[in-house]
Structures are given as structure tokens and as C-alpha cells.
């Protein structure tokens, strides 16, 4: 896991706001969604109870953890948001770990979902929010490579911001 586990140091926060080793056991083999996203962003309130219900029904199964990147202007908007989401977080007070996953990952608009490899941190889909919400809901093509054919035809469906 130390391919993605290095892309945080540390900053990984759970639902109790305990800080997260993503270098567990635990973590090994997992697919991770990178879900960047924002309280205020129509899209993304959109696609969140989306994502929710593919990773409570498939999350186990498809060996799937997220965590939430938040573009939120302010904590207290943030807090609100991540309530409705099963899974761990950046830790909101980190802003510049934020931008440089938003610089690394090439993120140009909200909601995005990128599935990394958790091993090695290498990107497996570029775009899986199209997959999830629109091309393979039930995800039979997990974790729905961006080298697929599917890959190769979406395009993203909305730049919020």
C-alpha cells in the first residue's frame, strides 16, 4: 500500500476522525477511489448518494475503499457533506495536500472518482464516476481499467467548477 499510502502522509482521517495507516494490512490489494468533490456543488450532491449506494452494495465485494477530497470553502460546510459518506477523508485542515492530488491527478472539475491501484498507487481509471452513474452501475467491469474500450469512449459528463 505504500504506493498510496505516500501520496498522504498520514492525513488520512476515519469516520471517528482517528488518524488512518493506509500502510495496514488491512489496505492490502484494495482498489481506492480518490472521490474529489464539494457540499456546494449541484453535481456532485447529485452523484454522492450514487456512490454511496455502489459502495455499501459492492464496496466489500469489489474490494473498495474511497477517500473524500474535499473542495469545501470552509469546515463547517465539509463536516455537513462527509456525513452522508461511509468512508475515510483527507483531513479538511489539509489544503496544500489537497491541491497537489488536485495537480497530480489532473482533477479539472468536480464530482471526479479515480480508482488507483492501492499497492502500487497507479492510476487504474481516470474516470469511474461515468462508469458508476451512467456505463456499468452494478460495476461487473470493476475497477474498469482507462485502457477499456469503455474508458476510451466516455468523456466527462460535467466540469461544476
Given at each position: 500500500?505504500?504506493?498510496?499510502?505516500?501520496?498522504?502522509?498520514?492525513?488520512i482521517l476515519d469516520k471517528s476522525n482517528r488518524n488512518v495507516d493506509l500502510n495496514h494490512e488491512k489496505y492490502q490489494g484494495?482498489?481506492?477511489?480518490l472521490y474529489f468533490s464539494a457540499h456546494w456543488c449541484p453535481p456532485c450532491r447529485g452523484f454522492t448518494p450514487i456512490l454511496v449506494d455502489f459502495y455499501n452494495k459492492y464496496g466489500s465485494e469489489k474490494n473498495l475503499e474511497v477517500i473524500f477530497i474535499s473542495s469545501?470553502?470552509?469546515?463547517?460546510?465539509?463536516n455537513e457533506y462527509y456525513q452522508e459518506?461511509?468512508?475515510?477523508?483527507?483531513?479538511?485542515?489539509?489544503?496544500e495536500k489537497k491541491n497537489e492530488l488536485d495537480e497530480?491527478?489532473?482533477v479539472d472539475g468536480i464530482p471526479?472518482?479515480?480508482?488507483?491501484?492501492?499497492n502500487s498507487?497507479?492510476?487504474l481509471c481516470k474516470d469511474a464516476r461515468q462508469e458508476i452513474?451512467?456505463?456499468?452501475?452494478?460495476?461487473?467491469?470493476?475497477?474498469?481499467?482507462?485502457?477499456s474500450e469503455a474508458a476510451k469512449k466516455s468523456s466527462r459528463s460535467c466540469i461544476c467548477c
Amino acid at each position: 500500500m505504500a504506493g498510496v499510502a505516500k501520496l498522504f502522509d498520514g492525513h488520512i482521517l476515519d469516520k471517528s476522525n482517528r488518524n488512518v495507516d493506509l500502510n495496514h494490512e488491512k489496505y492490502q490489494g484494495k482498489v481506492i477511489g480518490l472521490y474529489f468533490s464539494a457540499h456546494w456543488c449541484p453535481p456532485c450532491r447529485g452523484f454522492t448518494p450514487i456512490l454511496v449506494d455502489f459502495y455499501n452494495k459492492y464496496g466489500s465485494e469489489k474490494n473498495l475503499e474511497v477517500i473524500f477530497i474535499s473542495s469545501d470553502n470552509d469546515e463547517e460546510s465539509f463536516n455537513e457533506y462527509y456525513q452522508e459518506m461511509p468512508w475515510l477523508t483527507l483531513d479538511f485542515k489539509e489544503r496544500e495536500k489537497k491541491n497537489e492530488l488536485d495537480e497530480k491527478f489532473q482533477v479539472d472539475g468536480i464530482p471526479t472518482l479515480i480508482l488507483l491501484d492501492g499497492n502500487s498507487g497507479n492510476i487504474l481509471c481516470k474516470d469511474a464516476r461515468q462508469e458508476i452513474q451512467f456505463n456499468d452501475k452494478q460495476g461487473d467491469r470493476f475497477p474498469w481499467t482507462s485502457s477499456s474500450e469503455a474508458a476510451k469512449k466516455s468523456s466527462r459528463s460535467c466540469i461544476c467548477c
